[in-house]
């Protein structure tokens, strides 16, 4: 499959890791909007957001299981923000699902 994520995963293409087991790859954004912004993927491949249903819904589980930790040990003690992007009019460019954690400053206010 040509996807990116799955290649990064696959270790075929090179990433910051930043956190890993058995279900989860988190590594740093290749363009930080953030001081810190990392990514954190599911190792199974879910197009986005929107292709979460109740049989691969564990795998996002296990996503939201690891975000507090790979938090805490990049020190975002005071908060962060978590953002997926969804589709076309979500500005999605990677079609794997992937969260966004953002934080090491205040962040804006808006959301859009
Ligand atoms: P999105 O626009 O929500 O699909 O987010 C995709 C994110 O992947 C963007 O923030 C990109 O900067 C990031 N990205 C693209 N290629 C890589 C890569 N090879 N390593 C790390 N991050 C990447
Ligand atoms: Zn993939």
Redesign the pocket.
């Known amino acids: 499959m040509d996807c990116?994520?799955c290649k990064?995963i696959a270790g075929e293409?090179?990433?910051?890791k930043v956190y890993e087991d058995g279900n989860v790859l988190a590594?740093?954004?290749?363009?930080?909007?953030a001081p810190v912004?990392i990514?954190v993927i599911p190792k199974t491949h879910i197009e986005s957001a929107d292709k979460i249903t109740e049989n691969n819904n564990s795998e996002v589980g296990a996503v939201f299981a690891a975000i507090p930790k790979i938090a805490a040990e990049s020190g975002l003690t005071n908060g962060y923000r978590v953002?997926?992007?969804v589709g076309e009019d979500?500005?999605?460019?990677?079609?794997h699902l992937?969260f966004?954690i953002l934080g090491g400053a205040k962040l804006g206010e808006k959301m859009a």
């Open positions: 990116l994520f990064i293409i090179p990433s910051e590594f740093k954004d290749i363009n930080p909007q912004h990514l953002v997926t992007n979500g500005c999605q460019s990677v079609k992937h966004h």
